[in-house]
């Protein structure tokens, strides 16, 4: 029942290709977030944030109205996040992903009041 700031459904409705630039998929999503945060209401930023560099501006506007914000890591090997892409309606071009891949920083305890780290990796 969580309220979602959906960077795919965003990039979806505005119809930008994930290889496209994508400052109007950022912007639009701001503009959701700040309503959302400007009500005090709880929702989740439901993006690829690899790196501490791109967590850092999302974290950064959601300090500035004091939201108690959680980052939660999900993990997978690479195999299963191939798999998954190839299944999605609207797949993230593979050269896309090896360029994330490349920027990809696991998030420090210290990005957020709260870190969960969840792995899709599983054991044998």
């Known amino acids: 029942d969580l309220a979602c700031v959906s960077l795919d459904e965003i990039r979806s409705q505005l119809g ?17 977030a700040k309503q959302y945060l400007r009500k005090g209401l709880p929702f989740a930023w439901n993006a690829t944030n690899v790196s501490s560099q791109l967590r850092s501006q999302i974290i ?12 939660v890591y999900i993990e997978s090997p690479h195999t299963k996040l191939w798999q ?22 696991v998030p420090d305890l210290c990005e957020a009041h709260r870190v969960h780290y969840v792995s899709g990796y599983s054991q044998t």
């Open 16 to 32: 930008i290709s994930p290889a496209k630039p994508q400052g109007a998929v950022l912007d639009a999503a701001r503009r959701q």
């Open 84 to 105: 998954q892409n190839n299944q999605r309606p609207d797949a993230v071009p593979h050269t896309v992903i090896k360029r994330m891949l490349g920027k990809w920083e």
């Open 60 to 71: 950064e506007l959601f300090a500035r109205y004091q939201a108690l914000i959680t980052i």
